[in-house]
């Protein structure tokens, strides 16, 4: 058995009037993450992890901001392609966790329904998922509710 680790890491900056999309599920936000595609930075931060675990480039690369056939995509379909990707390398996820670093919106009466969402795309439990919250208490581009951040690590698995 092979085992591969991926840091991922993603950064959007937060508008009125965009959807705000996290994890594969829609928040009522006043704000949401600006970006070529839906921006989905939790999904976005899991995608560069699983690609770097598996030494394939980074979401960029695969999905670049300059190809119009990715506006406003749909960031469940990019980590479906993702997962496509590095089955074809032999390698399948164990585990993920994430942490999304937000005041708003607030992350934590959804976290079960986007650990069930990544796992369904991932092809795991849920409970081999983990989503956290926190908040950057007030300081920085964060803090001033400017931008939206999120980390995630994944363990790949080659048997």
Not at 84 to 102: F, H, K, P
């Amino acid at each position: 058995m092979r085992i591969r680790v991926g840091l991922g890491y993603d950064v959007h900056q937060l508008k009125p009037g965009r959807p705000c999309i996290l994890g594969g599920v829609a928040f009522d936000s006043t704000l949401g993450p600006d970006g070529h595609s839906d921006a989905d930075v939790l999904l976005h931060a899991i995608c560069d992890a699983i690609l770097g675990a598996a030494g394939l480039r980074d979401i960029g690369y695969h999905f670049p901001n300059t190809d119009e056939s990715f506006k406003n995509a749909d960031s469940r379909d990019l980590l479906k392609q993702v997962m496509r990707l590095v089955g074809q390398e032999g390698y399948r996820v164990e585990n993920v966790d994430a942490t999304l670093v937000s005041e708003q919106p607030k992350i934590s009466p959804k976290i079960q329904e986007m650990k069930d969402s990544i796992a369904g795309l991932c092809g795991i439990d849920s409970n081999a998922v983990g989503v956290k919250a926190t908040t950057s208490e007030k300081l920085g581009f964060i803090g001033r509710e400017e931008g939206i951040e999120a980390q995630a690590v994944v363990l790949l698995i080659k048997e």
